[in-house]
Each structure stands twice: as structure tokens, then as C-alpha cells.
């Protein structure tokens, strides 16, 4: 049995994407112990000490498996023992930070402004080319496209890249899947009419939100019986670090990147808020940082902490997605313009701030609030009035926070058991056959 899951995370910077690597690593080696899961990747070495149950599948040498047999085990052993990890404290020790990586994907988005093709309106034209498709697909048992938002016209290149991955399973008669997905925004020319012949094809697809993808899907040919929300990836492997009692700090993240602007005027009401209310509360600030591109959490949330009268030690640049859901069970309640702390807070029953300011984040942020309901405040940092708004969410959170606790670990665990019989279905279809999707 061999699994190969593709990822929207290549370079493994991203925390939130690490954790749903972790639980879909995890729930697949439950039900096939023996099995080979490879996870494609651009950081070999690394993937070996940030997710030891996986075999890095490496995209930029041609996708191909590793060894088997004993040398297979040995390659395992000192890389989850020894080069994994220090290649992992190595890229924190010399990345302070470098600035290729987020070069390189501002430029494959800014050039992305016409169809593949010349299609006048389109974002794909001036795209790179698109690399091979991985060799390892060709004898795998089951691919999967694991969870992400990269389906969308923000991620031209990866969404591409993951419909070439799914339509060559598809000719080789691969039972092929997409879980914890989020679709759209979704509006480039190119990648809809992609997208239009490739997922009608998708065996199943797990959504992790019902309040965009299920009409996106609809409107690209996908069949509602191909369909189930489900819920993100990473509900699972936030609940399970919640503590019993509640915490008392005052999270924050604030991300500026090129798919998420924020003006310097809203960035500073946003420090001023949080800064006045943990002087109000009496709490210590506690800045989390999610995402390790180009220091683009770091670069924009510790600046808002001058001045706090208590501030949290920030996360080292080696820390784990683990070490990050911990800091956030520490926490009373979060401001976080960063969607997966979001998703890490309510799934361990905290109540969350989130700040917009792109379509892209709302409909991430709205989804999300449709799938825990009450705890999750939307707020938009182009707001007029948004220091107000950014107060009055945060004290009412703060206040509520004991009575939500109970009701979001609730939605949390429901969200998992729906993630758990998602992938029931996709158990039966390797095993039983495309008739075992119906079961």
C-alpha cells in the first residue's frame, strides 16, 4: 500500500499546514499501519523531524519513492533522529529571514494576470511552468490532495499543480481524493475551466467549510454525492492539546502579506486595542506566530507589543505546529488575522477575533464561523469605526469566554467525527472499490 498526499506547504513554514499534515498522517497510519504515505515536499530533511510517520516524497528531485526494505528503515532512523532535526534547527539558525521564498511566490502571483494561454482577463498567463507531475503517482494506491485554501485564484500555481497531480491519477485509474479542502475564491478564467475538468472526476471531496465550496463545486459539474463537509484537518490536532481549565492570556497575530494588505492606520488601531485591553484585564499579551515565510507573523505582530505591560516569550523559529497550539490553550481569547490559530483556538473551546481585510480571509473566517458558530467575531480592518468594533469584540469575548467553552469543544468534536467518516469513505473506496463510497 503505497498513499501519496500532496500538500499545500511545501517548503513545511507553515504551521497550520504542518498540523493537517500531522493528523492526516496520523488518521491514515490508524487504519494502514504497514503502509507507505509519502508527502510531497520541497524540504526533504526537514520533513523527516516535523513528520517522522511520513516519507518525504521530494517534488523538486521527480516525485520518486524512497528506498524500501532495511534501507528504507535506516533512512527513516537517522533522519528522524539526527539529520531531521538538524536540518530543521539549521534553517531557524541561518534563515533571519531570507527573502527568496516569499520573492519567489509574490512573483509567481503578481505575473499570474492572463490565462496559460492568452486569455485576455485571466490571472494564469506569465505563470511558471508547471513542473512534472511526481513519479511516485504512477504506482501509488491512493492520492490524496490533503487539506489547504490553495484551490483558489491566490494560489494559482499550486492549484494547478494539484488538478495536473489528480488528472494523472485519474487516467492511471488511481482512486483519488481531495479532504479538508478549501475552495475559492475562485474566479480566473483558467483555473475554472481546469478546475471544471478535473474535480467532477475527484472520488470525494471533504470540505472544511459548507459556506462557499458546496455551490462552488456544484457550479464546476461536481456531483453533491462526491461531497461532505467536513471540517479543517486540523480540529483534530488542536483539541487534542486543550487543557481542562481555561487560560488567561491575550493572543495575538497580525499578518501582512500580498493576498493580505493592511493599512498602517489599521494596523496601529489594532496595537492599541489589544494593548489597552490586556492593561484592562490584567493579562499578558502572548504573540503567536503560525507562519515562518519571510517572518511575515513575526515582522508585523511584535511591533504591536511595545509598550505591553506583560509580554509571552515568542515561539522560536524551530518550533512545532505542537508548540504553537500549546501557547494558544494558554490563552482566554485571540485577535489573529492568521486562519489556522483561529481554527486551533475554537477547537480547544477558545473564543477568537478575527481581523480581514481581503475577500480571501473572508470567506475563510466566515466558513469557519459557520462551522463553530458562536466564538468567532469577524471584524474588518477597513472599518471606520473599527476601534470600537475591535473593543467591543474583544470585551464581550472576553466575557463570554467560560459560558462558549463547552459549546465550541462540542462543535470541535462533531467536526471530527465528520472528518473521521470522510475518510471512512475513501477507506472503502481503496479497499472495496468505487461502490464502497455509497456504503
Not at 69 to 96: C, I, K, N, S
Not at 122 to 139: R, Y
Not at 283 to 304: C, G, K
Request: net charge negative; charged share 25%.
Amino acid at each position: 500500500m503505497k498513499v501519496l498526499v500532496d500538500n499545500g506547504e511545501y517548503w513545511l513554514r507553515n504551521r497550520g499546514d504542518i498540523a493537517m499534515m500531522v493528523m492526516t498522517v496520523d488518521r491514515l497510519r490508524e487504519h494502514w499501519p504497514q503502509a507507505r504515505i509519502g508527502m510531497l515536499t520541497d524540504e526533504p530533511r526537514v520533513m523527516r523531524a516535523v513528520l517522522p510517520e511520513a516519507e518525504p516524497v521530494f517534488a523538486g528531485g521527480g516525485g520518486h519513492w524512497g528506498r524500501s526494505g532495511l534501507g528504507g528503515q535506516l533512512d527513516q532512523v537517522t533522519g528522524t533522529r539526527f539529520l531531521g532535526p538538524a536540518a530543521l534547527h539549521w534553517r531557524a539558525a541561518t534563515e533571519v529571514p531570507k527573502h527568496h521564498l516569499r520573492g519567489v511566490r509574490d512573483w509567481v502571483r503578481s505575473e499570474a494576470n492572463a490565462l496559460i494561454g492568452g486569455e485576455q482577463g485571466s490571472e494564469s498567463a506569465g505563470m511558471p511552468p508547471l513542473p512534472p507531475v511526481p513519479a511516485a503517482v504512477s504506482d501509488a494506491s491512493l492520492v490524496i490532495a490533503q487539506g489547504g485554501g490553495y484551490m483558489t485564484d491566490v494560489d494559482l500555481y499550486q492549484a494547478h499543480r494539484t488538478l495536473n497531480l489528480l488528472e494523472h491519477a485519474q487516467g492511471l485509474g488511481i482512486p483519488n481524493v481531495m479532504i479538508g479542502q478549501g475552495m475559492g475564491p475562485m474566479r480566473d478564467p483558467e483555473l475554472l475551466r481546469r478546475a471544471a475538468e478535473v474535480l467532477p472526476k475527484v472520488d470525494f471531496i471533504g470540505l472544511r467549510e459548507g459556506m462557499r465550496g458546496p455551490k462552488l463545486l456544484a457550479e464546476l459539474g461536481v456531483s453533491s454525492d462526491r461531497i461532505l463537509v467536513t471540517g479543517d484537518d486540523a480540529v483534530e490536532f488542536s483539541y487534542r492539546m486543550r487543557r481542562p481549565e481555561i487560560g488567561g492570556d491575550l493572543g495575538l497575530c497580525l499578518r501582512i502579506a500580498d493576498y493580505s494588505k493592511v493599512s498602517d492606520s489599521a494596523r496601529d488601531t489594532l496595537g492599541a486595542v489589544v494593548r489597552a485591553r490586556a492593561a484592562e484585564f490584567g493579562t499578558a499579551l502572548a504573540p503567536l506566530i503560525i507562519s515562518e515565510y519571510d517572518d511575515e507573523d513575526r515582522t508585523h505582530t511584535l511591533p504591536l507589543l511595545t509598550g505591553a505591560a506583560k509580554v509571552r516569550a515568542v515561539i522560536g523559529r524551530a518550533g512545532t505546529a505542537q508548540d504553537v497550539a500549546r501557547q494558544v490553550s494558554r490563552c482566554r481569547v485571540l485577535v489573529t488575522s492568521a486562519y489556522h490559530l483561529a481554527v486551533f483556538a475554537l477547537s480547544q473551546g477558545i473564543p477568537a477575533v478575527a481581523v480581514t481585510a481581503s475577500q480571501y480571509y473572508d470567506d475563510k473566517f466566515y466558513g469557519l464561523a459557520d462551522m463553530f458558530g458562536a466564538g468567532l467575531r469577524v471584524v474588518h480592518l477597513d472599518a471606520d469605526n473599527l476601534e470600537t468594533e475591535l473593543t467591543r469584540a474583544v470585551r464581550e469575548l472576553w466575557e463570554s469566554a467560560p459560558e462558549l467553552r463547552d459549546t465550541l469543544q462540542q462543535k470541535a468534536v462533531e467536526q471530527i467525527d465528520t472528518g473521521r467518516t470522510g475518510l471512512d469513505r475513501v477507506f472503502r473506496l481503496v479497499e472495496e472499490g468505487p461502490g464502497g463510497l455509497s456504503g
